[in-house]
């Protein structure tokens, strides 16, 4: 007869996460970066200003590479 496996008691699949702690920091950094870049849109001077149009896309375009770098950082 085929016998079963059994899985080591320190291993319980139902509270194991798929980020750690520090991945989810890293996240909420990102999303901080982002939300900077988004700010830095805002306003109503010049709209050809090279904050607005230079940095700002910059900074936000950062913000997503980092958090790509925080979901795939194991």
Not at 4 to 26: H, I, R, S, W
């Amino acid at each position: 007869m085929m016998e079963k496996k059994a899985t080591p008691a320190n291993q319980d699949p139902k509270n194991e996460l798929v980020f750690t702690k520090k991945n989810y920091q890293l996240l909420l950094i990102s999303i901080a970066i982002v939300v900077v870049g988004f700010l830095l849109m805002i306003g109503t001077t010049d709209i050809y200003d090279v904050r607005k149009t230079l940095i700002a896309p910059m900074v936000v375009l950062f913000g997503f590479g980092f958090g790509i770098y925080a979901v795939l950082k194991k």
